[in-house]
T-cell receptor, first 118, second 113 residues
Framework: AQKVTQAQTEISVVEKEDVTLDCVYE???????LFWYKQPPSGELVFLIR??????QNEISGRYSWNFQKSTSSFNFTITASQVVDSAVYFC???????????????FGTGTRLLVSP | DGGITQSPKYLFRKEGQNVTLSCEQN?????MYWYRQDPGQGLRLIYY???????QKGDIAEGYSVSREKKESFPLTVTSAQKNPTAFYLC????????????FGEGSRLTVL
């Protein structure tokens, strides 16, 4: 069965520090997608990135970067020079095919709460 | 603006009462989903729908029911059979069933007294 593990429950940093959020996944699918979402205090999940299993290139978007390594089944997320506005819960997710219906659903990790203090 | 609207944002109910949470999207998305979020447990899938008049159970469907009579709407009913209904409920949609990312609403927090 598909599974996503975010071992870090909560991380506290001081503004301007770099921080890495870990994500480890399990799947038997040969084609899959990995996602990161941000959940600010308002509650809505905000999409950050989607990565195809065939594309292992790292990606950078401003202060955000993602490191995808199939060999270790990891998709880690790094925030450089963290800011107070980065405080949120971050979820890693994996696409999974429902064996009964054949349709894609997302399996989420338990989330990592990031607290950035001034 | 296009998006997903969930209502109400906060809801209090007495034990044993059914309650319906609304989810409306104007993104013209085919697929819609309901997730439940509990502290420390992440998001768990309740039901999803790929097309009007069709829906499938997710991982924790017991005690819940849904309908999909219109493409834009996917209401969730929390029935009295749900043993622990107090939670944060998130509705999401996706353009197509097998590709793309989910777009989420702002959630509904249900508290059963």
């Amino acid at each position: 069965a598909q599974k996503v593990t975010q071992a870090q429950t909560e991380i506290s940093v001081v503004e301007k520090e770099d921080v890495t959020l870990d994500c480890v996944y399990e799947t038997r699918d040969t084609t899959y997608y990995l996602f990161w979402y941000k959940q600010p205090p308002s509650g809505e999940l905000v999409f950050l990135i989607r990565r195809n299993s065939f594309d292992e290139q790292n990606e950078i978007s401003g202060r955000y970067s993602w490191n995808f390594q199939k060999s270790t089944s990891s998709f880690n997320f790094t925030i450089t020079a963290s800011q107070v506005v980065d405080s949120a819960v971050y979820f890693c997710a994996l696409s999974a095919i429902d064996m009964n219906t054949g349709f894609q659903k997302l399996v989420f990790g338990t989330g990592t709460r990031l607290l950035v203090s001034p | 603006d296009g998006g997903i609207t969930q209502s109400p944002k906060y809801l209090f109910r007495k034990e044993g009462q059914n309650v319906t949470l609304s989810c409306e999207q104007n993104l013209n998305h085919d697929a819609m989903y309901w997730y439940r979020q509990d502290p420390g447990q992440g998001l768990r899938l309740i039901y999803y729908s790929q097309i009007v008049n069709d829906f499938q159970k997710g991982d924790i469907a017991e005690g819940y029911s849904v309908s999909r009579e219109k493409k834009e709407s996917f209401p969730l009913t929390v029935t009295s059979a749900q043993k622990n209904p107090t939670a944060f409920y998130l509705c999401a949609s996706k353009a197509t069933v097998n590709t793309g990312e989910l777009f989420f609403g702002e959630g509904s927090r249900l508290t059963v007294l």
